[in-house]
């Protein structure tokens, strides 16, 4: 190249610069909960819910269930309540948890004291599952 282009090619490259604009960066928040538009909500929810994989319990299936069998667990759940207030207050009173087998409604719990804590067998009866917890001496 010539250097009269060369000055020339130099010359239009510059103006040509000096007439682009820039702007500024500018962050607007989709979210609505962050500033977003609010017309996005339903949008974001959707959007959620197409990709959710969990199938949680429905808030109405307390209405399927056969009373007797709710009242069942609730009296279960009450029993294992108690047992397990009972059981923190005695270890840790001056009487302690006499050892033995219980058979409370479908469980079935057995204690034993051994020297390193207390040995809490639980087994439901109904399903099989058994639960162990070992409570250590302080």
Do not use: C
Request: zero cysteines; hydrophobic letters at 35%; glycine letters at 8%.
């Amino acid at each position: 190249m010539k250097p009269n282009i060369r000055i020339t090619l130099t010359i239009l490259l510059l103006i040509i610069l000096q007439n682009a604009y820039s702007q500024d960066l500018v962050y607007k928040p989709i979210n609505p909960a962050f500033g977003g538009d609010s017309f996005n909500y339903q949008w974001l929810l959707s959007s959620a819910q197409e990709q959710n994989d969990f199938k949680g319990n429905n808030d109405l299936d307390f209405l399927n269930k056969d009373p007797l069998q709710q009242f069942e667990q609730d009296l279960n759940r009450q029993i294992l309540s108690q047992l397990s207030r009972r059981l923190v207050t005695d270890v840790f009173g001056e009487e302690g948890l006499k050892d033995g087998t219980f058979e409370i409604g479908g469980f079935q719990i057995e204690i034993n004291s051994y020297p390193d804590g207390i040995h809490i067998d639980i087994l439901d009866s109904s399903t099989g599952g058994e639960t162990s917890i070992i409570v250590p001496y302080f």
